[in-house]
Structures are given as structure tokens and as C-alpha cells.
């Protein structure tokens, strides 16, 4: 059996599908060829499980020790890993929650997930200089209506129906959780890395829309006239350019154009 093909059976015997594998694999008592094969079968998921704690690890501490581990073993056996790099193993873990008994009976469980899972992709993306207010302030004023406006890989942008952001923040500072508890309205979340640090905060429905035009490509002009269903006409202008200010403080913001 050539290489290509003994891979390509190990794989199929770690996935739990037929292989052929067994017919090269020696005995070597007191170690019999299954007994063998099945320290790898179990050192691929203990190793995929362990892949799933480094990124969930608030989840973790929230299920405990045994659960965590069940739904470790679960969900490895739905979701095989498909990447080169093992630590992208796990995106599908907040749907798998949302939509797995018994774990979907508590949606804050895949809230909690949700946003574990995109803290590590900012923290993880590009690395890009951001601007600043002084780059702003350079900005000729009569051509701030054309302005456009690109942003740092790092953000993200999270909707939850569960006070799932402040249970992480409590299990996160050694505290105890608070009681699941649905909002009375959805919150949106923003989330971004500036240096080497993640920053996540809510944002009121007039940033949101602010922000879903800025980052559609809309300029300063459109941006500014989407708002007036947020806030009265003379107030749009000076909040437009306040949270355009707040995005450069944060380094939310890339390019300008």
C-alpha cells in the first residue's frame, strides 16, 4: 500500500468510516491491531476536544468537566475536522449548540459560544494600521460628504437575545454567573482587536445604522441621511462625526477615501 493510500485509510479509520487500514497494521503484544488503532481513534478526538477548550473555554466552565466533555465527543463525531490548521476546528460548535438537544433548551449556551468563538477571530486577524482623529482632522471639510470609510479586519459584529456577554465577563473575572435572562430587545454587539488586546462593547440603534452604512462602502453624506429615521435633522451631523471620532479612537478605522 502506497503512502498516499495508507493516509488516506488511517483518515477513513479515525472518521469511523470502513478502511482497510487494519490489514498493515502489526500486532505487537500484549497490544493487539484494533487495541492500536484504537489509541489514535482516541488521541484524535481527545486532541479536537482539547481544540474546543482553548477556544471555549468560559463554555467550558460553564458546562463542567463531564458535559463539556460529552458534547466534545458529540460534536467531533458530527463534525470531522476539515482544516489544515487545527485551530480553526470548532466554528460550527454555537450552531451545533443552537440546534443539538439537549443543549438548545438553553440559547444562551450558543450566545456564550457565539461570542468566544469571534473574540479569538479578532483577536487572530490581520494585523493593519489603523488611523486616527488627527487623520481626520487633516481631511479637508468640504470633502468630508464624500468621505468613505474601510475597517480593521478584527471587527465583528454580534446580535444577542441573552445576557450571554455578561455571563462571560463574570466567569472571565473569577465571579459566579448571572441567571440566564432574555433581553427585552436585542442587543448588538461590537467587537475588535486594537494592539493585542479585544474590546467588545453594545451599541444603541443609532450607531448600528451608522455603522451598517459605513461599512457597506456609504460616504459621510449617506450615512449622515440614513440616520433620520435615529435622530432629528439638526442633531445628525454632529453624532455622524462623534462616532466616526469614537471608531478612530478605537482603531476600528483603516483607510479613508
Known amino acids: 500500500m502506497q503512502l498516499r493510500q495508507l493516509q ?16 498493515v497494521i ?7 491491531t484494533q487495541a492500536r488503532l484504537g489509541i489514535y481513534r482516541h488521541a484524535y478526538r481527545a486532541r479536537l476536544i482539547e ?14 468537566d463531564d458535559t463539556f ?18 485551530r480553526w476546528y470548532g466554528r460550527e460548535l454555537p450552531d451545533f ?12 449556551l450558543s450566545e456564550l459560544a457565539r461570542f468566544e468563538w469571534a473574540l479569538g477571530e479578532a483577536f487572530d486577524s490581520a494585523d493593519t494600521p489603523a488611523l486616527g482623529r488627527d ?16 475597517f480593521h479586519p478584527s471587527v465583528r ?18 465571579g459566579e454567573p448571572p441567571q440566564p435572562e432574555r433581553c427585552a430587545q436585542p442587543v448588538e454587539w461590537l467587537l ?13 440603534t443609532t450607531e448600528v445604522a451608522a455603522l451598517e452604512a459605513a461599512m457597506r462602502g456609504c460616504t459621510f453624506a449617506e450615512i449622515c441621511a440614513g440616520l433620520g429615521n435615529e435622530l432629528p435633522e439638526e442633531e445628525i451631523p454632529l453624532r455622524a462625526a462623534a462616532l466616526v471620532a469614537a471608531w478612530a479612537d478605537g482603531g476600528l478605522i483603516t483607510r479613508i477615501a
Not at 472518521?15 to 487494519?22: C, D, N, Q
Not at 466533555?69 to 487545527?86: C, D, K, M, Q
Not at 487623520?135 to 474601510?150: E, K, N
Not at 475588535?192 to 444603541?204: G, H, I, K, P, V
Request: aromatic share 10%.
Open 135 to 150: 487623520d481626520l482632522r487633516a481631511v479637508d471639510p468640504a470633502h468630508w460628504a464624500g468621505l468613505t470609510f474601510s
Open 97 to 108: 449548540l443552537r440546534d443539538s438537544a439537549p443543549f438548545c433548551e438553553q440559547p444562551i
Open 69 to 86: 466533555e460529552a458534547l466534545g465527543t458529540v460534536f467531533v463525531e458530527a463534525n470531522p475536522s476539515t482544516h489544515r490548521s487545527i
Open 26 to 32: 502489526a500486532e505487537t503484544p500484549p497490544l493487539c
Open 157 to 174: 459584529r454580534l446580535t444577542f437575545e441573552w445576557n450571554a456577554v455578561a455571563a462571560w465577563k463574570a466567569i472571565s473575572a473569577g
Open 51 to 64: 481544540a474546543l477548550d482553548d477556544i471555549y473555554g468560559v463554555l467550558h466552565q460553564v458546562l463542567g
Open 192 to 204: 475588535w482587536r486594537q494592539d493585542l488586546e479585544n474590546y467588545f462593547r453594545s451599541t444603541d
Open 8 to 23: 488516506r485509510e488511517m483518515q477513513r479509520e479515525l472518521f469511523g468510516a470502513p478502511s482497510e487500514i487494519a490489514a
